[in-house]
């Protein structure tokens, strides 16, 4: 069954805002590090920004950083992607990540997550 549930993407004008959400559908999820990843019509995935089990550590794409922000809220077993200052550039479908290892920081490498959700749609208009 779906464990991570994406939701949020929607169409924005270059230069507005958007919050991505992933919804855990277990409680355990909340001792793993998390990321958010995207891919662009005709690109590879790419990474997006990670996040710590704690939500203490956090780590983004030079392409993102200062822009996006990662946050969880385990108590809710939510993750969001918080996404500012919106360029064109940043078309793609949106995926949530976990990995399933305890007490993780987080990776840049897609290899390094097991569970994924269906993604989401951003699409940034000029």
């Known amino acids: 069954q779906v464990q991570l549930v994406e939701s949020g993407g929607g169409l924005v004008q270059a230069g507005g805002s958007l919050r991505l959400s992933c919804a855990a559908s277990r409680r355990t999820f909340r001792n793993y590090a998390m990321g958010w990843f995207r891919q662009a019509p005709g690109k590879e995935r790419e990474f997006v920004a990670c996040?710590?089990?704690?939500?203490?550590?956090?780590y983004y794409a030079d392409s993102v950083k200062g822009r996006f922000t990662i946050s969880r809220d385990n108590a809710k077993n939510t993750v969001y992607l918080q996404m500012n200052s919106l360029k064109p550039e940043d078309t793609a479908v949106y995926y949530c990540a976990s990995q399933s290892t305890e007490l993780g920081f987080g990776t840049t490498w897609a290899a390094d997550y097991d569970y994924w959700g269906q993604g989401t749609q951003v699409t940034v208009s000029s």
């Open positions: 996040i710590s089990w704690s939500g203490a550590n956090t």
